[in-house]
């Protein structure tokens, strides 16, 4: 029997997830063969082609917003784990105290520096590979299986930080600012400085390519008189799963589209409170024509009056605050795209949020490759 057509409104209405005062409703995914009776659903390049779509709302370096249009939200929440936790990223892992004198103590200290995001030139970051670490943490039994240190898997930076006083000089009697009677009273990221090895140089070229903090005024730790910090770090690759200072993002979320429905006019004193239940910009006023008035209905004789309009939904929080209210009872429907993402991704500065999305799309392809090797080699 042949698939059986269906009409623009019931196709609409399955794309839509409601949102009522105390519940959500049609929220099960229809993508899928045989969920409606004599219907085909079988999915076809060709299809997915011509429904797919990207819209960028904003590109900044270290913030973007973009929607993916036409996809399933298993492939959407895909890619935001991915770039969660699965691009690999450079950040100090081992950090060697040569002497610290300071406050902090030495493990704090370590793991303060660890948290520390790091840029460089794009070239050299993707040039690094992994360094594998031992299998066991005991070096004492057995050899050692870890990788030696190498230009290519490590990155070594320092910190060599001196408190002094800054002396009498310029400085008033009474003067209590430490900044002003200390010299390196506070240790900021900005003094941990590159040395770089091997390859290192060509591949992290001065003066924006080597690797640095991503921002330079980040505080690490504060000193007086007398007290030092000396130390190494070891930077190497790795992925958020491991551990959330390899997380290339500060945040990667989605959410859907939402939709706002007036389905019956909503005019006067009425309207001006409806636009006010929802975020600026969503929802507009305007003059009710001559010719709404006379088409008879609820807007006859209101010629001149205000009535709500939807402006723009993109910005709405989905809140349901106009479902609280009794004059708005069966005039409103509130719902969701289900398959309208818009994504919101936040560098922490090693990479530009755009490019972060473009690595998971190749992680997710690879990942599929790897599979449909692995059900050939079954298959055989």
């Not at 029997?1 to 409703?25: D, F, H, L, W, Y």
């Not at 995914?29 to 779509?53: A, C, I, M, V």
């Not at 793991?111 to 594998?132: C, D, E, H, I, M």
């Not at 299998?135 to 910190?159: C, H, I, W, Y």
């Amino acid at each position: 029997m042949a698939p059986e057509p269906i009409s623009p409104e019931e196709a609409r209405r399955r794309k839509i997830v409601g949102v009522n005062a105390e519940t959500v409703t049609n929220v099960t995914s229809t993508d899928f063969p045989g969920h409606y009776p004599r219907e085909d659903h079988e999915w076809s390049l060709e299809k997915f082609s011509q429904n797919f779509r990207i819209q960028f709302h904003k590109n900044d370096s270290l913030d973007a917003s973009f929607s993916l249009i036409g996809i399933d939200a298993s492939i959407a929440n895909a890619f935001r784990r991915i770039m969660i936790a699965e691009i690999p990223t450079l950040a100090i892992e081992y950090v060697f105290i040569h002497n610290n004198t300071s406050i902090v103590q030495d493990e704090v200290l370590a793991a303060r520096l660890g948290l520390v995001p790091l840029t460089a030139s794009l070239q050299g970051l993707n040039w690094l590979q992994f360094y594998r670490k031992p299998a066991t943490q005991d070096d004492d039994e057995g050899d050692d299986d870890r990788d030696p240190a190498a230009d290519n898997n490590t990155v070594v930076l320092k910190l060599h930080v001196e408190c002094e006083w800054r002396g009498a000089e310029g400085v008033e009697s009474a003067e209590t600012d430490p900044e002003k009677l200390y010299v390196n009273s506070s240790v900021y990221a900005k003094q941990i400085t590159f040395e770089p090895t091997g390859r290192q140089s060509k591949e992290f070229p001065e003066p924006g390519g080597h690797v640095r903090p991503v921002n330079p005024e980040i505080l690490l730790a504060k000193m007086r008189p007398g007290q030092v910090i000396d130390l190494d770090m070891h930077c190497i690759k790795g992925i958020g799963a491991d551990h959330a200072k390899f997380s290339p993002v500060a945040t990667a979320t989605y959410r859907l589209l939402p939709t706002i429905d007036i389905v019956k006019p909503i005019v006067g004193n009425n309207a001006k409170k409806f636009a006010r239940c929802f975020p600026k910009g969503v929802i507009g006023l305007e003059d009710v024509t001559q010719e709404e008035s006379e088409m008879g209905g609820e807007l006859e004789g209101m010629a001149g009056e205000k009535k709500a309009v939807v402006k723009d939904t993109f910005k709405d929080t989905v809140s349901r605050e106009c479902l609280r209210h009794e004059e708005f009872q069966g005039k409103v429907k509130l719902g969701r795209v289900r398959d309208h993402f818009i994504f919101s991704v936040e560098s922490t500065g090693q990479f530009p949020s755009d490019y972060l999305f473009l690595e998971s799309v190749k992680t997710l392809k690879a990942k599929c490759s790897r599979l449909k090797r692995h059900f050939a080699n079954v298959m055989r």
